[in-house]
């Protein structure tokens, strides 16, 4: 399996400073319940990042659906800010 990191945008679409866009299998999740997931953790080519759950984020799915992708290895695209080094999630999908 090959996983991708890259940062999103290229030319007049370039990201912004602090944006970015990673893919790869998630290998944590920190949570008080199924449902309340504080933050994640994701590998990708030989690299941590350490996502936090952005409240003001409606991600579409209930995040305890991350479990399945740990349990299953499961790849995730996900789309972040970088806000004073913490790196928060904006949009996770299915790889």
């Given at each position: 399996?090959?996983?991708?990191?890259?940062?999103?945008?290229?030319?007049?679409?370039?990201?912004?400073?602090?944006?970015?866009?990673?893919?790869?299998l998630?290998?944590?999740?920190?949570?008080?319940g199924?449902?309340?997931?504080?933050?994640?953790?994701?590998?990708?080519?030989?690299?941590?990042?350490?996502?936090q759950?952005?409240?003001?984020?409606?991600?579409?799915?209930?995040?305890?659906?991350?479990?399945?992708?740990?349990?299953?290895?499961?790849?995730?695209?996900?789309?972040y800010?970088d806000?004073?080094?913490?790196?928060?999630?904006?949009?996770?999908?299915?790889?």
């Amino acid at each position: 399996m090959c996983l991708l990191v890259a940062v999103a945008g290229c030319g007049d679409d370039a990201s912004a400073p602090g944006e970015g866009r990673v893919t790869g299998l998630v290998t944590t999740i920190d949570s008080a319940g199924f449902d309340d997931v504080d933050s994640f953790t994701l590998r990708a080519e030989g690299e941590t990042f350490t996502f936090q759950i952005d409240p003001d984020v409606e991600y579409g799915f209930p995040l305890g659906h991350l479990q399945s992708h740990l349990t299953n290895a499961e790849p995730v695209v996900v789309e972040y800010e970088d806000r004073d080094g913490t790196l928060f999630a904006q949009s996770i999908e299915d790889a």
